[in-house]
């Protein structure tokens, strides 16, 4: 333990000295931090890639949500220890302060292109620094001092070291696009080129379910625990936990189209780049979005393994068949106890978190039966309204108080109608919930609808070997049993 303890005051000591050598570089410029709506983060909205956006608190929140149409789930704010000797953000600074003289021949609108370019060079190097500390810092270490084995360290920090040469390549080549004056001609083509890369995201996006959840069983470790609130109590940190670092990259993932936007905005009609800004922009959102469906499905199948039947017929299959899930979070039942809610694309699972004494993963007992989502019936409930014998109570506890925040779902057809009143934490939640459930009771009806369209289609179609001649009936047969199968692999393909 001594030499553990030694080894982990030179850890900090190897951050701080990386933080006060990145504060220390010479420089005869002078630099300031950005006055609030000055810089790129002023000039633009947030960029919507939900599923993407939520995994980093997919589990600590109380709801999530996927796909481009659906709304955003709050982040719950998180305690805070001692401040830090060091500010938590980086001081930013504009390409104008950076170049000696600005040339009068560069217009306002070039000036700002070439803001928007640096901080898009600037990102790279900061995330290129951020997660060469993680390795250096985190994983490293805790290798070293057997605080985690090999093996959860892999599942924990995924595919990250691959990701560091990656962006250095990037961060090169946006380098060398600098003239003499700084300034950065075309851009297009470089991001053509290098976006196909971040293909390498896929993996790393669909391992941070289970690494969050394998890191939040860990933290009960109080080796583990010890050792990370150390390393987020040093300057080099900035106050950031593990978990801020690991979720960097996806982060840094969904910023590139909101950069890329305001690029395109900045550059005049004639400039070469409108040649290639239009195509890098459809890759980098294609990309985007393969990267956000993706991961929804690996989320999806995470909790589906972590379900528990206590009954065999609570197994669904539309619970096997949902690619996504819509939101997932905590609700308090009618009956006065807490359960967190799943809903999948084809249906709703009520459940009761219990933990496993084995590994101290979470499990979810499944409550009651499932409900599909194309049988589904929502009500939302006033306040006050539609809880009489329930167990919910005011913000005080007192049987007068109103029942704030409720809605009931309940199901019609297949099996007996079951009913559910239950409670959000507050309004925004509600209606999160109410318009998930909406959306996934409208799509569930139209595929089941689609699906009977689709079967009383090919019952009803004539069979083209009944109107062929005797001398090409072998051929066309064998020929619509080829086109046949091609369908029903497609369709399997795209199912699964």
């Known amino acids: 333990w001594v030499n553990n303890y030694k080894y982990l005051n030179t850890v900090r000591c190897i951050g701080e000295k990386h933080q006060l050598n990145k504060c220390n570089e010479p420089s005869n410029k002078r630099v300031k931090p950005v006055a609030k709506g000055t810089g790129l983060a002023g000039l633009m909205a947030p960029v919507k890639t939900p599923s993407l956006k939520r995994l980093s608190q997919t589990i600590q929140r109380s709801i999530s949500f996927r796909t481009e149409s659906q709304p955003q789930q709050m982040v719950p704010l998180r305690a805070r220890s001692k401040a830090s000797s060091f500010p938590r953000r980086r001081n930013s600074q504009l390409w104008s302060e950076m170049v000696d003289s600005l040339s009068q021949d560069l217009s306002a609108r070039e000036i700002k292109r070439q803001e928007v370019i640096y901080e898009l060079t600037q990102g790279e190097?900061?995330?290129?620094?951020?997660?060469?500390?993680?390795?250096?810092?985190?994983?490293?270490?805790?290798?070293?001092?057997?605080?985690?084995?090999?093996?959860?360290?892999?599942?924990?920090?995924?595919?990250?070291?691959?990701?560091?040469?990656?962006?250095?390549?990037?961060?090169?080549?946006?380098?060398?696009?600098?003239?003499?004056?700084?300034?950065?001609?075309?851009?297009?083509?470089?991001?053509?080129?290098?976006?196909?890369?971040?293909?390498?995201?896929?993996?790393?996006?669909?391992?941070?379910?289970?690494?969050?959840?394998?890191?939040?069983?860990?933290?009960?470790?109080?080796?583990?625990?010890?050792?990370?609130?150390?390393?987020?109590?040093?300057?080099?940190?900035?106050?950031?936990?593990?978990?801020?670092?690991?979720?960097?990259?996806?982060?840094?993932?969904?910023?590139?189209?909101?950069?890329?936007?305001?690029?395109?905005?900045?550059?005049?009609?004639?400039?070469?780049?409108?040649?290639?800004?239009?195509?890098?922009?459809?890759?980098i959102q294609r990309i985007v979005s393969e990267v956000n469906s993706k991961t929804g499905e690996a989320e999806c199948q995470f909790y589906r393994r972590g379900l528990s039947y206590p009954e065999e017929g609570q197994r669904l299959p539309e619970i096997q068949l949902s690619r996504f899930l819509y939101c997932h979070g905590e609700l308090k039942h009618h009956k006065g106890h807490k359960l967190h809610v799943f809903l999948f694309e084809l249906a709703l699972v009520l459940t009761r978190p219990v933990s496993q004494e084995r590994d101290g993963l979470i499990q979810f007992q499944v409550y009651r039966q499932p409900l599909p989502a194309a049988h589904l019936l929502l009500e939302d409930l006033p306040d006050g309204e539609g809880t009489s014998g329930s167990s919910f109570r005011g913000p005080f506890g007192s049987a007068n108080d109103k029942a704030k925040n409720c809605f009931r779902v309940s199901s019609r057809g297949r099996t007996k109608v079951q009913s559910h009143s239950l409670q959000a934490n507050d309004s925004f939640n509600k209606q999160q919930w109410i318009s998930c459930l909406r959306q996934a009771i409208v799509q569930s009806r139209d595929r089941e609808a689609q699906t009977a369209q689709s079967m009383v289609s090919r019952q009803t179609s004539p069979d083209p070997g009944l109107f062929s001649t005797v001398k090409n009936e072998s051929q066309q047969i064998s020929q619509s049993k080829s086109v046949g199968n091609c369908r029903v692999n497609y369709y399997t393909f795209y199912s699964c």
Request: charged content about 25%.
């Open 125 to 283: 190097k900061q995330l290129i620094e951020d997660l060469n500390l993680v390795q250096k810092v985190y994983y490293e270490p805790m290798l070293k001092l057997d605080i985690m084995t090999e093996s959860e360290l892999g599942q924990i920090f995924g595919t990250l070291d691959t990701l560091i040469p990656l962006h250095e390549d990037f961060l090169n080549r946006l380098e060398n696009l600098r003239g003499l004056e700084k300034t950065v001609g075309e851009v297009g083509p470089t991001l053509l080129d290098w976006f196909p890369c971040l293909e390498a995201y896929i993996t790393y996006c669909c391992n941070q379910v289970g690494a969050k959840a394998l890191l939040d069983q860990k933290k009960q470790d109080r080796r583990v625990q010890h050792f990370l609130q150390l390393c987020q109590e040093s300057s080099f940190s900035r106050r950031l936990d593990l978990w801020n670092f690991l979720d960097l990259p996806r982060s840094r993932l969904v910023k590139y189209p909101l950069l890329l936007k305001e690029i395109q905005k900045c550059t005049p009609p004639e400039h070469p780049d409108q040649d290639t800004l239009p195509e890098a922009m459809e890759m």
